[in-house]
């Protein structure tokens, strides 16, 4: 997998604590006005095992663990990603944060939504943008906690 950026006490992207972060390389909705362009294109991120990460996410100290980008669910991603979320749910406490570009009913159809502690989705629609949200850049973006739609 190939990841942009690691952030080991991030301190913005959830809303129960500090996380680990993983800011993953590879996007495919080219959303108006996103603020991480620098993520899109997959073969600007560093290679990483499954293995590498899964040790990360179990020494890390911080009860979250956030997936961010570009998408990780993008199709390059995806795979390791779905194991990465299964690996974390068997063998930590740790919530997980995702954002996607992606609608929880694409989602549905790799992987059990129930296992994703807070997943946001949606693309970023710059005419819907909100800094007053929360975990989201626009109205339209959804916050599902374990599976069913919140409000934050």
């Known amino acids: 997998m190939k990841i942009i950026s690691i952030v080991e006490n991030d301190p913005v992207n959830s809303m129960t604590g500090f996380t680990l972060t993983f800011y993953f390389a590879g996007c495919s909705h080219g959303c108006k006005g996103c603020f991480s362009k620098n993520t899109w294109n997959y073969d600007s991120g560093t290679d990483y095992t499954l293995e ?3 040790n990360m996410t179990l020494n890390s100290r ?3 663990v956030t997936f961010l980008g570009g998408d990780p669910l993008f199709e390059k991603n995806r795979e390791e990603v779905l194991e990465l979320i299964h690996f974390i749910k068997e063998n930590t406490n740790k919530k997980i944060y995702l954002w ?3 609608l929880k009913e694409d989602v549905e159809k790799w992987i059990d ?17 909100d800094l007053r949200l929360r975990l ?4 339209n973006q959804r916050v599902f906690k374990n599976g069913i739609e919140i409000e934050v």
């Open 52 to 54: 590498t990460i899964k």
């Open 62 to 64: 911080w009860k979250n």
């Open 100 to 102: 996607t570009g992606f």
């Open 113 to 129: 939504v129930k296992l994703i502690d807070y997943l946001i989705d949606g693309r970023f629609e710059i005419e819907k943008k």
């Open 136 to 139: 989201r850049g626009s109205s």
